[in-house]
T-cell receptor
């Protein structure tokens, strides 16, 4: 079955710096790759997603890149702010037929001012 | 538009008991997935339902089961509870494949 590896598990940056989180997936049939942000005590919320027919997507300070050949996708956050501090999860679809997701273990991002 | 709702929000049970959790998806969403979240294992997929049919199932023992009703509301059941079942159970609804999943607030289950 699908497996998603996420690195690093923790990431500390200074305000204004960039942060990069990387994920790899195992099933070449996966076709949808969302990124979720979860603040303490809250539910996960989608911050950006990418479909398998797209190589890159950007939304203001957040961007995601996908390399289907290498089965690798990354989250890039520029000009980080203290409110970006949270746990970030990458995910990949279990298969092409449904919406079920396999998640990475998460990255705890700390942005200090 | 109302978001995904889950009931109850908190639950305390003892080993050996069973529990039923409920999830009401966003109106119009026919796909509901369930996940277990623990500090050690992160978010793990339990099962996915679409139009009352289980479409995918994760690697959990048969003590974990679920169902979906004609109005898309879903329930999951855990029988013969174990201490390790203590977790936050999240459900998420979606319009369908390759669409954003919206998460509910979760049910915090504690097994004593």
């Amino acid at each position: 079955g699908e497996n998603v590896e996420q690195h690093p598990s923790t990431l500390s940056v200074q305000e204004g710096d960039s942060a990069v989180i990387k994920c790899t997936y195992s099933d070449s049939a996966s076709n949808y790759f969302p990124w979720y942000k979860q603040e303490l005590g809250k539910r996960p919320q989608l911050i950006i997603d990418i479909r398998s027919n797209v190589g890159e997507k950007k939304d203001q300070r957040i961007a995601v890149t996908l390399n289907k050949t290498a089965k690798h996708f990354s989250l890039h956050i520029t000009e980080t702010q203290p409110e970006d501090s949270a746990v970030y999860f990458c995910a990949a679809t279990v298969n092409q037929a449904g919406t079920a997701l396999i998640f990475g273990k998460g990255t705890t991002l700390s942005v200090s001012s | 538009k109302a978001g995904v709702t889950q009931t109850p929000r908190y639950l305390i049970k003892t080993r050996g008991q069973q529990v039923t959790l409920s999830c009401s998806p966003i109106s119009g969403h026919r796909s509901v997935s369930w996940y277990q979240q623990t500090p050690g294992q992160g978010l793990q997929f339990l099962f996915e339902y679409f139009s009352e049919t289980q479409r995918n199932k994760g690697n959990f023992p048969g003590r974990f089961s679920g169902r979906q009703f004609s109005n898309s509301r879903s329930e999951m059941n855990v029988s013969t509870l174990e201490l390790g079942d203590s977790a936050l159970y999240l459900c998420a609804s979606s319009l369908g494949a390759i669409n954003e999943q919206f998460f509910g607030p979760g049910t915090r289950l504690t097994v004593l």
